[in-house]
């Protein structure tokens, strides 16, 4: 079977890859011929993303998108892989587009190579269907991966001659070193080598890319960015959520009066290095009969999560409370004895702001946040037995516990506040549309 699906993966290639580049050639020229693609100057930006609509509705992260409305008129997020093809008008200044991943039955059948290639096929079409509403409508296309939303950010900017740039979060080369892809990227670049071609090829022709990190910025320049073209953008977090908060009434609302709270806010997935939440328990059972570890979050690993937690008997040490709203995370935070975060992007910021030690480990982008023994308390990566001392370590010494919090909040508010980051976010915006004489960009005040 494997033999047949990659026989016809390579003729299902060649096939919807020529029906592609015939379409966008047609496309290119309608845009600069015809004049009812003239550029309508409505000053919108378009983003696309992993995900769906009622993802993102799930996780309450709309604040992200609401940065973007400083500047913008209208905010058109493209969602893909979607359950189903929908657009949600969210509010008057918001637009979700949802595409789902088609040729399911490819998959049924026994073909995935198939399947992922005729999924792809059915994206990009109707990323290309969107061209007359982009020319029409767009100041900026934004891609958020280097990947299938970046190939599709490159085409529609081309293809429309609009300006775009491409945002990364993630160092895909250390997930896939560990095998533990995201499952978007596991299922449409399989292989080491497309998934780095493929990387290179949008990085390096990319007008702008933005690394949320200086960590990311190395890892795009390796991935064939190009130095100029790349714009360091840290995230922001709104402050204010973590101001004044009675943690009481949070530890009340899920019965933790009396518990030693450490906290996780992650995606339950394998390359969040969750699993080794229970191992790093497992060593710290005798240490209080009050000890609770607490996840906030939900993931495609989570049946495996809890059968993990079951066979090492942590059921009473480990609970698992789904996605919460932003300000029932901040509170959570607030109320940690100690933040565990072992593969974090946004939520290790979150975690500093709360105030409360961070024990995070070395990896990623972790130490510009945490500085060993000044804003937290850094371990190897995936060491389970450093990760457990340094939670026993903390709770036995609250004058040290707070001490790191609060530095860790000074450094946070400094580097990541939400007005900081918009602001540098909105000039970094005006500059790129700027260069674009097609566009025309209201005046900073």
């Not at 011929?33 to 000053?43: D, E, Q």
Request: charged fraction near 20%.
């Amino acid at each position: 079977m494997f033999f047949l699906d990659y026989i016809l993966a390579i003729l299902v290639f060649i096939v919807t890859m020529a029906f592609l580049l015939i379409r966008c050639a047609l496309l290119f020229f309608m845009v600069r011929l015809a004049p009812s693609f003239k550029y309508g100057g409505n000053n919108n930006i378009f983003r696309i993303i992993q995900g769906d609509f009622e993802i993102i509705k799930k996780k309450d992260v709309f604040f992200g998108f609401y940065e973007d409305l400083r500047i913008f008129n209208h905010l058109y997020i493209i969602c893909f892989p979607a359950r189903s093809r929908n657009v949600i008008h969210f509010g008057e200044k918001m637009t979700f587009m949802d595409i789902p991943l088609k040729a399911r039955l490819m998959k049924k059948i026994g073909l995935p190579i198939c399947y992922a290639i005729l999924g792809l096929f059915f994206y990009y079409w109707a990323i290309l269907d969107l061209v007359p509403l982009v020319k029409k409508n767009a100041s900026l296309i934004r891609g958020s991966d280097p990947h299938h939303t970046g190939i599709a950010a490159i085409a529609l900017g081309f293809i429309c001659k609009t300006p775009y740039c491409i945002s990364i979060h993630s160092d895909y080369d250390l997930i896939f070193e560990s095998k533990q892809q995201f499952y978007i990227t596991k299922l449409l670049l399989p292989a080491q080598r497309l998934r780095k071609f493929v990387e290179r090829l949008v990085l390096s022709n990319a007008e702008n890319v933005i690394a949320v990190s200086d960590f990311i910025r190395a890892y795009a320049l390796r991935s064939g960015a190009r130095v100029k073209k790349i714009h360091v953008l840290p995230h922001g977090v709104i402050a204010q959520r973590f101001k004044n908060i009675d943690v009481n009434i949070v530890r009340d609302r899920f019965s933790w009066q009396k518990k030693l709270l450490v906290v996780t806010v992650s995606r339950i997935s394998s390359e969040k290095a969750i699993f080794d939440i229970p191992d790093i328990a497992q060593r710290l059972n005798g240490f209080s009969d009050n000890l609770l570890f607490v996840i906030v979050g939900d993931g495609p690993d989570n049946l495996l999560f809890k059968e993990k937690i079951s066979q090492l008997n942590l059921d009473e040490k480990i609970k698992l409370i789904g996605w919460q709203n932003q300000d029932t995370v901040a509170a959570i935070r607030c109320a940690a004895d100690v933040n565990l975060c072992l593969y974090d992007g946004y939520s290790l910021i979150e975690a500093a702001m709360s105030s409360r030690p961070i024990v995070a480990y070395d990896v990623e982008w972790h130490s510009e946040l945490v500085k060993n023994e000044e804003t937290g308390i850094l371990v190897p990566n995936r060491d389970i037995a450093a990760a457990a001392l340094a939670i026993k370590r903390l709770l036995n010494d609250p004058l040290l516990s707070n001490m790191l919090g609060e530095k860790a909040n000074q450094l946070a508010t400094r580097n990541h506040e939400m007005e900081k980051a918009a602001k540098r976010k909105e000039d970094f915006y005006r500059t790129i549309m700027l260069k674009n004489s097609n566009n025309t960009v209201t005046p900073l005040i």
